[in-house]
């Protein structure tokens, strides 16, 4: 798997993880500085350069901070595969989406209302609340960061340059 590059705004925010052709062209239009570099260097036919595993983009950028609807994989990646009620680790097929309000009671499908949830805590909470199942959330349900969006891939240990964790924590 070809390594990747953190991207970050003006002002060291995280925007996104890019392909290394993408860095390349934002060096060499000197749109981004790069911060740090991969061990390795990439090479072409008329020359190499450090990989850079994090650029800065020099100007000034509003991004787009996915303002989007509702999405099962969305509550996924922000909640990371884990059980927001007993903290359980869970593979895809053992996921469930739970409505902490229940929409039996009036709850609504939002960001806000929806955690990942293993299937023996959602059979045990059922349609009650928080309350009468006597659960508690490991969190509160918030709408997903950009960085929830693209940076909690699943990309590998190896695949992660260290100097990443000073801006978006650990794999």
């Known amino acids: 798997m070809p390594k990747k590059t953190l991207l970050l705004s003006s002002s060291y925010q995280v ?5 290394e052709q993408r860095a390349i062209k934002l060096v ?29 983009l020099k100007n000034s950028f509003v991004p787009n901070f996915y303002k989007s609807g509702f999405s099962r994989n969305a509550v996924i990646r922000r909640d990371r595969n884990i059980c927001q009620y007993c903290g ?12 902490v309000i229940p929409k039996a009671k009036g709850g609504i499908t939002s960001f806000s209302n929806c955690v990942v949830c293993c299937k023996p805590c959602n059979s045990k909470k059922g349609n009650m609340t928080l309350g009468e199942a006597d659960m508690i959330l490991s969190k509160k349900p918030v709408s ?10 699943n990309i590998e240990e190896e695949q992660w340059h260290p100097a990443w964790r000073d801006y978006i924590g650990s794999v």
Not at 41 to 56: D, E, K, Q
Not at 88 to 94: A, D, Y
Not at 144 to 153: A, E, G, I, K, L
Request: with cysteine; proline share 7%; hydrophobic share 40%.
């Open 88 to 99: 359980k680790k869970l593979s895809m097929c053992q996921i469930t989406i739970d409505h």
């Open 144 to 153: 997903p960061s950009f960085s929830d969006y693209t940076c909690h891939v």
């Open 15 to 19: 925007l996104n993880l890019i392909t």
């Open 28 to 56: 060499f239009k000197e749109r981004a500085e790069v911060l740090e570099n991969w061990p390795e260097n990439i090479v072409w036919a008329s020359g190499s350069m450090p990989h850079p595993s994090i650029i800065r």
